[in-house]
């Protein structure tokens, strides 16, 4: 993201914060065929779900990344006037201490529990460790037509069992290790159950032309979600987030962004700090690699600006990084957040072509993502000067919908006819600060057009923080298995644009009343200053967004450019003149220089001609100042 932040020193505290125990997807979904229907006893939480409903068809019972035992089950069949007089489900667990409840064999299935009676321990700490499920007709043999299909989540293996029917047992004996989720299913007897994952599917991916390809030489599209900085929301980092996301958000990847100096940044901590990183970058590769997701390690460099700054750094980190995931299929390297502060594209490409190496000597099919100047927005010097000698090179763009529009939409669409394969490593629906308006007009713009040419994309951010680019409410501290009500204007955007059409949240509602992302406002967003009176062609200025940010106030700005005159102009300079002391935190389709109490803003190669009758509308810039303002002035020489 290119909003700047002081660099705050913060202390990391390992903590993951409980994410409740699942439940009903519907509460008050009327049944109309077979289904099944399911209830547990789990550690710590009790009878689950806590509101008393059921789990049903196919949902998560459970918890995940929680260490949390199952001890007992109830299960039972709905829409049974769809069945057979007589039809029964039945059941039987392997507990911690007492083994098998009945025998395993299918011929004396008679004797399990059956039809909602519970099977189990309760109130002796006892874990469920396997489980067997049938259904009987009236003459206790299977019902033919159908088949009762489940998959458990069990400590240290995970979903990795894959979906069991008619008896088979999920699980382990023998192994002390406990069951910790379920989910149950009636199918028909001659269906065939493939959850596969994102990664079983597609298998390591390539470069084709200008877009990502699939082991099976098909065309392929990340979609995925990107954290917020690690030291700052490591608790988003768990199982059941980055499950949640997959599952019922639809995404196939996660971006780990990785700060160099912000937030106790790699770079600026000690070696304790790096220590840390480390760990939350290696655990969310691993929990990406055990639900089969691709990931993403992301060297978020911002305020440093120019990569060469931590170069050294970063060669370390990636020769290390990709030693590590040398065999894992899944990983995509990205070697340079947001380049800034004028740093050029020669620049970048020559601390690529030192870091590149390092990774393609452990890996040399790994995919590579290398930032583009101007917080990754100039693709286009990039298409005018490569990278050359390696394969699987892409090129980041990241947009802000209701500040980059039709400039960098047309700049992105030049960059990739002319073969660049672009990767938006980084997008949001507001503006480019992370907060303001969200713009779903503009936002369904980028996505038509990421999607015609294949392009990944990686949306902004997952946290709760006080920003309209969270996709979790500000007021929600669940860290997974949230409920469509618990997420952000902008998170129910994403699910939505994903094309989720189930409801979200097994969990029980928390009731948390309206709230949003939006930060505090600390002046007037309408007001407007312009240029009008002098000439025909008329700047305006308008402040669009305000928060307080430590000791500062911060203030972003839109300006607009009004070519009324009969003839095109050819170069223009934005004089905004502020009542106190102010710093440039970004400034975007400009250049920006400071002087004092006076910002001038002038143009880029794309907008430096205004046609005659035409606006520019998509320049801005945010500053800040350790008092609050008025909007400035604007003056166009």
């Not at 993951?16 to 289904?35: H, L, P, Q, R």
């Not at 709760?464 to 298995?481: F, M, P, Q, V, Y």
Request: with cysteine; net charge negative; charged share 20%.
């Amino acid at each position: 993201m290119k909003k700047g932040y002081l660099i705050i020193l913060i202390l990391v505290l390992s903590a993951v914060f409980m994410s409740g125990c699942v439940s009903a997807a519907d509460k008050n979904e009327t049944v109309t065929e077979i289904g099944v229907a399911y209830r547990g006893h789990v550690q710590d939480y009790g009878d689950c779900p806590t509101d008393g409903t059921w789990v049903e068809d196919g949902n998560m019972l459970g918890t995940t990344g929680e260490s949390k035992r199952i001890e007992g089950f109830w299960i039972k069949l709905t829409g049974t006037d769809q069945l057979p007089a007589g039809t029964s489900i039945r059941y039987n667990v392997h507990v911690q201490n007492q083994g098998w409840l009945a025998s395993t064999d299918l011929n004396q299935s008679t004797d399990w529990i059956a039809d909602g009676d519970f099977a189990g321990s309760q109130g002796k700490g006892q874990r469920v460790e396997a489980i067997q499920i049938i259904l009987l007709g009236a003459d206790g043999q299977q019902l033919p037509g159908y088949s009762v299909a489940y998959c458990v989540h069990g400590q240290d293996y995970g979903w990795s069992q894959g979906w069991k029917k008619d008896g088979e047992i999920a699980g382990e004996t023998g192994q002390s290790r406990r069951l910790e989720s379920i989910r149950i299913k009636i199918i028909n007897e001659d269906e065939v159950i493939t959850d596969q994952t994102p990664v079983d599917e597609h298998g390591m991916l390539s470069v084709v032309g200008t877009q990502l390809s699939d082991e099976n030489g098909s065309a392929f599209q990340i979609k995925g979600v990107s954290t917020h900085g690690l030291s700052w929301f490591p608790e988003y980092v768990n199982a059941n987030a980055f499950e949640t996301m997959r599952d019922e958000w639809g995404i196939n990847a996660v971006r780990l962004a990785m700060y160099t100096e912000e937030y106790n940044g790699y770079c600026v901590g000690d070696e304790n700090n790096r220590a840390l990183l480390k760990q939350q970058v290696e655990k969310g590769v691993n929990l990406a690699t055990d639900l089969g997701l691709y990931v993403i390690i992301d060297w978020h460099i911002l305020s440093d600006g120019n990569p060469e700054t931590h170069q050294a750094e970063a060669i370390a980190f990636f020769d290390e990084m990709a030693e590590q995931f040398k065999d894992n299929n899944n990983v995509i390297y990205e070697i340079c957040n947001e380049p800034n502060n004028g740093t050029t594209w020669n620049q970048i490409k020559g601390y690529a072509e030192k870091v590149i190496p390092v990774i393609k000597a452990h890996n040399q099919d790994a995919v590579i993502i290398v930032g583009t100047p101007t917080w990754s927005q100039d693709v286009d010097q990039a298409a005018a000067d490569p990278i050359s000698g390696y394969s699987n090179i892409m090129y980041s763009l990241h947009f802000y919908a209701d500040t980059h529009r039709d400039g960098l939409r047309n700049k992105m669409v030049a960059a990739i006819e002319k073969g660049l394969p672009i990767f938006v490593s980084e997008y949001g629906i507001c503006d480019s600060s992370g907060n303001g308006a969200i713009n779903e007009a503009e936002a369904t713009k980028w996505m038509d057009v990421l999607n015609q040419y294949g392009v990944s994309y990686i949306a902004w951010n997952l946290s709760n923080k006080n920003e309209t680019s969270a996709l979790i409410r500000s007021d929600c501290s669940k860290t997974g298995n949230w409920l469509e009500s618990e997420l952000s204007a902008s998170g129910q955007w994403l699910v939505k644009m994903l094309g989720n059409d189930k409801d979200l949240g097994l969990g029980q509602d928390t009731d948390q009343g309206e709230a949003d992302n939006t930060p505090p406002v600390v002046e007037n967003p309408t007001e407007e200053n312009d240029s009008a009176g002098k000439e025909e062609v008329v700047a305006t200025v308008k402040m669009t967004n305000s928060w307080s940010e430590g000791n500062n106030y911060y203030y972003q700005y839109a300006i607009t450019i009004n070519n009324q005159n009969d003839v095109d102009i050819n170069g223009w300079k934005i004089k905004l003149s502020f009542p106190g002391t102010i710093t440039v935190d970004q400034n975007w389709n400009s250049t920006a220089e400071l002087s004092d109490q006076v910002v001038w803003l002038l143009p880029v190669d794309y907008n430096r001609s205004i046609p005659s009758g035409s606006v520019i509308n998509d320049i801005g810039c945010i500053v800040y100042s350790p008092q609050k303002m008025a909007t400035p002035t604007v003056a166009l020489e």
